[in-house]
């Protein structure tokens, strides 16, 4: 039993204790001898570009506008993370799915870049097709639709903003969700 410099010349261990440097085998070694990355990074690593390719798949990368560029993440401001209500597919591509709805516009589309992107209606415009509103002065939703575009709010055709509550339907291409609010009567983020 004695301590020992590993084979690689990098470590000390205690061959008493261990048949191989416990450090040398939890790494990946690159063809000069130095460190690379751990095992459980190398696997962590192998997880996260799993999960990219799954969600670039997901995304279907042809819909997103500009293929070249970096899509910026915007963190919200303070007060502006906190769920306000919800809107789920009752009918479409991606029935059953929910979508978070916060403080201010929450633009819906499409694209990557919208707030709420509906990847799978190519019926849905890339670009903002319609957007709701958390009023946070009044605890009121609205449903703001964009210019030209076919946005319906419980089977009318609307082309000006409609106040919406909870239970109302808003149908989009081939898609329809339901609007549930959180903030309602005396209930709002402070």
């Not at 990219?52 to 899509?71: A, G, P, S, Y």
């Not at 509906?118 to 009121?140: A, L, Q």
Request: aromatic residues 8%.
């Amino acid at each position: 039993m004695a301590i020992i410099k590993c084979k690689n010349n990098l470590h000390f261990y205690d061959d008493g204790r261990y048949d191989e440097c416990p450090h040398c085998k939890s790494m990946i070694l690159s063809d000069d001898g130095t460190q690379t990355m751990t095992v459980r990074e190398k696997d962590r690593s192998e997880e996260v570009l799993e999960s990219v390719n799954i969600l670039r798949q997901k995304i279907h990368l042809e819909d997103v506008v500009d293929k070249d560029k970096t899509i910026a993440y915007r963190a919200n401001e303070k007060n502006e993370d906190f769920v306000t209500g919800w809107l789920v597919c009752v009918e479409g591509p991606e029935r059953g799915r929910d979508y978070r709805l916060f403080h201010g516009v929450n633009r819906i589309g499409r694209s990557a870049g919208e707030d709420i992107s509906i990847v799978e209606d190519m019926t849905i415009s890339r670009t903002s097709m319609c957007s709701v509103v958390y009023d946070i002065r009044g605890n009121d939703f609205y449903l703001v639709p964009e210019a030209g575009s076919m946005v319906y709010l419980n089977g009318k055709h609307i082309s000006s903003p409609e106040g919406i509550k909870t239970g109302d339907i808003i149908k989009l291409g081939k898609s329809a969700f339901e609007f549930i609010a959180f903030c309602r009567d005396s209930r709002k983020w402070e």
